[in-house]
């Protein structure tokens, strides 16, 4: 099982920059596909952002333009650069990795969450 952890959260005014870091160990990283997820506080979890282990990316549409999805397989890390950060982008961001060709009942493993805040 794969562990994750989580770094880069914090507050931010409005317009502004953070980039997210999630950190894999125990398991091959490369079989794994990998995703941002954000709750924010009375709302359910929604997925940010997703790279599959070959690559290819996909985004909410409430970011698509701001954020960007990455990997470096070498360093078992993902990234997610979140420009232009908007108040509503306000939550806690959750690193999910699943392996590839898992069950879809898999929910796969989950790091402990960043907080990130954006100020008006």
């Known amino acids: 099982q794969v562990q994750l952890v989580e770094s880069g959260g914090g507050l931010v005014q409005a317009g502004g920059s953070l980039r997210l870091s999630c950190a894999a160990s125990?398991?091959?990283?490369?079989?794994?596909?990998m995703g941002w997820y954000r709750q924010a506080p009375g709302k359910q979890r929604e997925l940010v952002a997703a790279?599959?282990?070959?690559?290819?990316?996909k985004y909410a549409d409430s970011v698509k333009g701001r954020f960007t999805i990455s990997r470096d397989n070498a360093k078992n890390t993902v990234y997610l650069q979140m420009n232009s950060l908007k108040p509503e982008d306000t939550a806690v961001y959750y690193c999910?990795?699943?392996?590839?060709?898992?069950?879809?009942?898999?929910?796969?493993?989950w790091g402990q969450g960043t907080q990130v805040t954006v100020s008006s």
């Open positions: 790279i599959t282990s070959v690559g290819s990316t």
């Open positions: 999910n990795a699943k392996k590839v060709f898992s069950a879809p009942t898999d929910s796969g493993s």
């Open positions: 125990g398991s091959i990283f490369s079989i794994y596909n």
